[in-house]
């Protein structure tokens, strides 16, 4: 079962998502989990061979990128169903998408164990969420920290004949 204690993780709640980093309905993706830790979301995440950068014993950027961005949307996602009052998953959907990402690689991440990724959530208008995220190695180092805007996006973000259709009318 993929839950902490009795609830599920927040991607296990978010219907139709097939995002390659975050999406519980995307079985080539990432998918991650992430979970409340008082006020901040935490991801644990093992590292796989195939994950590595030009050193094989090193996580690729684009990876350690990923899991900063996935993770502090749903974060995101799961803030402000938290806000509303529900949770994740529950009434009408809510959806978020990346509006920026910024990156700072302070050490290369080892590929041996799992990587813990801890965002918060630093500020909340009525459509954008900003984030901060910190990405540790299984040794507790700090290799990798972030800044995420994530914005509100309507629901035909999720329709399954895709975004564009909607951007064509």
Request: with cysteine; proline share 5%; aromatic share 8%.
């Amino acid at each position: 079962m993929t839950a902490t204690g009795d609830r599920l993780y927040f991607q296990d709640r978010l219907r139709g998502n097939h995002c390659f980093g975050c999406g519980a309905e995307n079985d080539k993706g990432l998918r991650i989990h992430s979970y409340w830790d008082g006020e901040e979301a935490v991801c644990r995440f093992e590292p796989q061979p195939h994950h590595s950068a030009m050193p094989l014993d090193i996580v690729n950027g684009g990876i350690l990128a990923a899991l900063i961005d996935c993770h502090s949307v749903c974060t995101a996602i799961a803030d402000a169903y938290r806000r509303e009052g529900r949770e994740v998953g529950e009434g009408e959907v809510i959806w978020y998408a990346t509006g920026s990402l910024q990156v700072n690689y302070r050490k290369p991440t080892p590929l041996k164990g799992p990587v813990t990724v801890r965002a918060r959530v630093t500020l909340v208008s009525s459509r954008k969420t900003f984030l901060d995220a910190s990405l540790y190695s299984s040794e507790g180092d700090l290799t990798v920290d972030g800044k995420v805007l994530a914005v509100r996006v309507p629901k035909e973000w999720a329709d399954p004949a895709g975004l564009l259709i909607h951007m064509r009318k």
